[in-house]
């Protein structure tokens, strides 16, 4: 009570005609994530709702849970695994060793804490510095700092390699505050997923070290081939003699971006977020039928100079970044089609797109960020044709 106490005893110093008026915006961050709001919402992205933004944006954290702990537990078990053969170097290693926990990669504890070294700097400085601008633009334009930026801040993080450069880190996640949300009027108002955004910033900017064809990882001197890099130059096939099963991927101990490895992971938490009703099922069921039916037809096609027309859609499913962008991208609400027909053409499309990209162009065996951002920028329009199309149909009906 205590501290209740004191958040309403300070809230007049930041209302209107208070002393720091102007600093509403930073109190009500910091309430609101400590509390309950005391307002329902009133604007975008719901009008009515009996939900509201924080409880939402609450679930979505809640459900890159299982996506966070695989991060950690892999990106140190790659680690631990090169540097059995390479050895040792940097200065996390230098921490380990110090706290004698070694590098055994059949240890999860070594694992998870090795892990937390990589991800912990990095979520930090994608906080601090996209916060500090989601801070300014709400203290400019005087209204309270959304939630939204707490899911932003986890995907973005999940989605980048585990040795990005930090400065590189935080240059992403304010391009993608700023130019793919709140130059649009902010949380609600963007049709650009901000973590997608900032992270095909970073790809564009840094090709070399964003591409997706080297593994990352986070030891000097060791590169290889992605799962995806390998299937596009030699075949799925390759993977078993590489070490690379499919249980492997759907588990999740395959090197790649730190939150994107484990399909099970990604899987448990569409579960929860279908169950919540916070993901709407329809995007989910399109982007899956879309990817199957374009992928099973390139089976059936074939090719004899590309390899990737022979890949299964199963294996699709497990690869690079499908499976996270599917759940925690896909059915982001806000960048996505409003209507029941447009989500599903919306998922189909990306679910098409996906496969477009990494079979039929080759030097770029990902495929998914820029699949999910091709539909952002073509659901309002989805959604404008299904409309016309509900009109002209009740329009017969009534002649």
């Known amino acids: 009570m205590g501290l209740r106490n004191f958040f309403d005893r300070i809230e007049p110093h930041f209302m209107n005609g208070g002393k720091w008026e102007r600093y509403f915006p930073i109190y009500e961050m910091v309430e609101s994530f400590l509390y309950t709001p005391k307002t329902v919402t009133t604007a975008a992205p719901h009008a009515r709702s009996y939900i509201d933004m924080k409880r939402i944006m609450t679930y979505v954290v809640i459900a890159t849970i299982p996506c966070i702990l695989m991060a950690l537990y892999n990106t140190g078990y790659q680690t631990n695994m090169a540097i059995a053969e390479h050895g040792a170097s940097g200065w ?52 309270e700092v959304n939630e939204g930026f707490l899911v932003t801040s986890m995907l973005y993080t999940l989605i980048v390699p585990a040795t990005t450069p930090l400065w590189q880190v935080a240059l992403g996640i304010i391009f993608g505050v700023v130019i793919g949300k709140e130059v649009f009027g902010g949380t609600g108002k963007n049709f650009l997923n901000p973590a997608l955004t900032g992270r095909a910033f970073l790809y564009f900017a840094y090709p070399a070290q964003m591409s997706g064809d080297s593994v990352w990882v986070p030891v000097d001197g060791f590169t290889g081939a992605t799962a995806l890099a390998v299937t596009a130059s030699d075949g799925f096939q390759e993977l078993a003699a590489r070490g690379m099963t499919w249980w492997d991927s759907f588990v999740g101990v395959i090197p790649g971006s730190m939150g994107e490895t484990s399909a099970i992971a990604c899987f448990i938490g569409l579960a929860f977020l279908l169950a919540t009703k916070i993901a709407n099922y329809r995007m989910v069921v399109g982007c899956l039928v879309g990817m199957i039916g374009f992928s099973t037809l390139l089976n059936w096609v074939g090719s004899d100079t590309n390899p990737m027309f022979a890949l299964p859609w199963y294996w699709h499913l497990v690869l690079g970044g499908y499976a996270f962008g599917l759940v925690f991208m896909v059915t982001e609400p806000v960048s996505g089609a409003h209507t029941n027909m447009g989500r599903y053409i919306y998922g189909a499309l990306i679910g098409f797109m996906v496969v477009m990209i990494r079979v039929v162009n080759p030097a770029f065996p990902e495929g998914m960020m820029l699949a999910i951002l091709f539909g952002n920028v073509f659901a309002p329009l989805i959604d404008y044709f299904v409309v016309q199309a509900n009109i002209r149909r009740r329009a017969k009906r009534n002649v």
Do not use: Q, S
């Open 92 to 143: 996390r290693a230098a921490i380990i060793e110090g706290l004698g926990i070694g590098f055994n990669a059949a240890n999860p504890v070594a694992n998870a804490l090795h892990g937390l070294l990589y991800f912990l700097p990095i979520y930090i400085v994608t906080l601090v510095a996209g916060g500090i601008f989601e801070v300014i633009f709400a203290t400019v334009r005087k209204h």
